[in-house]
């Protein structure tokens, strides 16, 4: 119920938003007419139409965007050609003659006399196309969670909760916008001027739309953006984050942290049959939180992994579970492969839906869970670190539990590549991604999203900045290169620097070269480049393109797509 009043305020709210101002002359347009004939269905097909759009853009995934761009291309027609009707009565009428001759009442959306609440309704679905790309915080939580928990009634329910918060503000614009526009017409005989003002406004605000300028000028200049309004709502409902499990001192009882979840929310298993608390009952279990581009996962898992063959035969079970960050790490096949390239024998959930994840109430990659013989949760450590710790942890509960002659000392796995301890260095570069959704320090002017542009890098970054250059499409996750020879340079600080890629939807392998301020990486070149800074992506996971062989200290990187149709996700630092 918090969530559904939440959505509704912060529908409310969206009408103070920015990227809504380009609506709003669209709206007016019918505002002197009844409104229960023109104003509501006007309303109500603008809010399912929206509702629509924002559902299948959380469930559906990258097709549903694509085919929203077709739709806000043929809305931005659609309103243009209205644009032109409030401009000339003549050509009002030349539009709809050939539609009112076949008697299609639907299209007299362009005639400015017309009252059905027909086109009024369709008007709306038009002008709802064109909403659905306004996403303030409070909408970036709804399509979030919608795409954690999956297709389902409640995501269609908040989503019509929200459109309708904006509906109501909306309508009450309207209902006001009507007095006013009234008043002009009888004080004034100004009707017709009203209606060419309308024209203009209307072809303005699809100018402004097309150009991309709602979501870029006009939230920067806004003064009446509700984003920290909208922000504060959020804080305000978020569970709280889990505390980092307390130090305790010796002979110090466990403390007692909640009880074993299910694990049925599994959408498939590798390396065992589906397992469930009940089966594991008299067996200490730790619960490995984990997803394979993720940088400290793949450095903890070669600990998670010796721990798991170390104590399997004196009552551990490790259960790995893998819940994705990115899409592409929702594929079995990806995830599979992964498993086996790390070397995994321990039981792994596939974790699509995050149920298991919200079971646990966890926010972090990568979390251990320690479980005792009884089936309660002990302890937890979240993040890289303290391995030593995490194996004491493992043996107390094992002793607990009547499991006697341990095998003694601490694992040392010697990973390398990636999967090798990171330097600690505290002022290494943070993680960037490079989707619009996160992106942070980006140098390169203004981020076009999901249209293709062609940038160009500054020709000196500061530390942590970054930029592209050549001929990008900005996605919310991610990143697409539309021509060859395009690339990101990045001013990082750092040991190691790694990079999550994929080939584009055909899967053919894309070359790259990378260089260290200005010069082939030689000696400091990664697991996944030669010394001349050769490298190629073949498949979607973390590459690690750079291990600076002495120190950490501030470099130049660039990496340079000899192929196009690349895909960039994130970088990492250790």
């Known amino acids: 119920m918090i969530l559904l009043i939440l959505a509704f305020l912060g529908g409310v709210l969206t009408i103070l938003s920015p990227c809504i101002l380009p609506v709003l002359p669209f709206v007016f347009a019918r505002a002197d007419r009844p409104f229960a004939r023109n104003g509501l269905p006007m309303l109500i097909g603008m809010a399912l139409t929206f509702a629509l759009v924002a559902t299948l853009a959380a469930v559906g995934g990258g097709w549903a965007v694509r085919a929203n761009q077709y739709g806000r291309y043929a809305a931005l027609l659609v309103l243009a050609i209205l644009g032109l009707t409030l401009l000339s009565s003549h050509f009002a009428e030349w539009i709809s003659r050939p539609f009112v001759n076949l008697g299609n009442r639907l299209t007299k959306h362009s005639d400015t006399q017309s009252d059905s609440p027909w086109s009024a309704a369709g008007l709306g679905i038009a002008t709802g196309l064109l909403w659905a790309p306004c996403a303030g915080p409070i ?72 150009l991309g300028v709602d979501t870029g000028l006009l939230t920067r200049v806004s003064l009446a953006s509700t984003s920290g309004i909208e922000q504060k709502l959020i804080d305000a409902v978020r569970p709280a984050t889990v505390a980092a499990a307390p130090v305790l001192k010796a002979g110090e009882a466990l403390p007692m942290e909640g009880e074993f979840p299910s694990l049925s929310g599994a959408t498939q298993w590798f390396n065992s049959a589906p397992l469930s608390p009940e089966s594991l009952h008299g067996k200490v279990v730790l619960v490995d939180f984990w997803t394979y581009s993720c940088i400290n996962c793949i450095r903890s898992l070669p600990y998670v992994n010796a721990w798991a063959q170390k104590y399997r035969d004196h009552g551990l079970v490790v259960i790995g579970v893998h819940s994705p960050e990115f899409a592409f790490e929702k594929d079995p096949d990806n995830v599979a492969k992964a498993i086996k390239d790390f070397g995994i024998t321990y039981p792994v959930a596939m974790d699509d839906n995050y149920a298991i994840w919200q079971a646990f109430n966890n926010e972090y990659w990568p979390a251990h869970y320690f479980i005792d013989a009884q089936g309660q949760i002990r302890s937890h450590h979240f993040g890289e670190g303290d391995y030593a710790g995490s194996e004491d942890m493992i043996r107390r509960l094992l002793t607990d539990a009547g499991y006697k002659d341990l095998p003694g000392g601490y694992v040392q796995p010697g990973a390398s590549g990636a999967e090798a301890a990171g330097s600690n260095d505290a002022n290494r570069s943070p993680e960037t991604y490079v989707g619009y959704a996160r992106g942070a320090n980006f140098a390169g002017g203004e981020i076009a999203h999901d249209d293709s542009w062609n940038y160009r890098a500054p020709d000196a970054l500061q530390a942590n900045q970054w930029a592209f250059n050549g001929h990008w499409t900005v996605h919310e996750q991610s990143a697409s290169l539309d021509k060859p020879d395009g690339g990101i340079v990045y001013r990082f600080r750092g040991r190691d620097l790694h990079l999550v890629l994929g080939p584009g939807m055909d899967g053919k392998p894309v070359r790259f070269r990378i260089t260290l301020d200005g010069k082939a990486p030689g000696a400091d070149h990664g697991a996944d480049t030669d010394p001349d800074g050769n490298g190629t992506v073949t498949e979607q996971r973390l590459y690690q393109l750079v291990r600076q062989a002495h120190g950490t200290g501030e470099r130049v990187f660039e990496i340079t797509f000899l192929d196009p149709n690349v895909r960039a996700y994130a970088f990492t630092f250790g």
């Open 139 to 210: 909408l970036g939580l709804l399509l979030t969670g919608a795409a954690l928990q999956g297709a389902s009634v409640q995501t269609t329910l908040l989503l019509l909760t929200y459109a309708g918060g904006a509906a109501v503000s909306l309508a009450l614009a309207l209902v006001v916008g009507g007095r006013v526009f009234a008043l002009m017409k009888r004080s004034l005989g100004a009707g017709e001027w009203v209606r060419r003002a309308l024209g203009v406004l209307v072809l303005g605000g699809v100018a402004v739309i097309a």
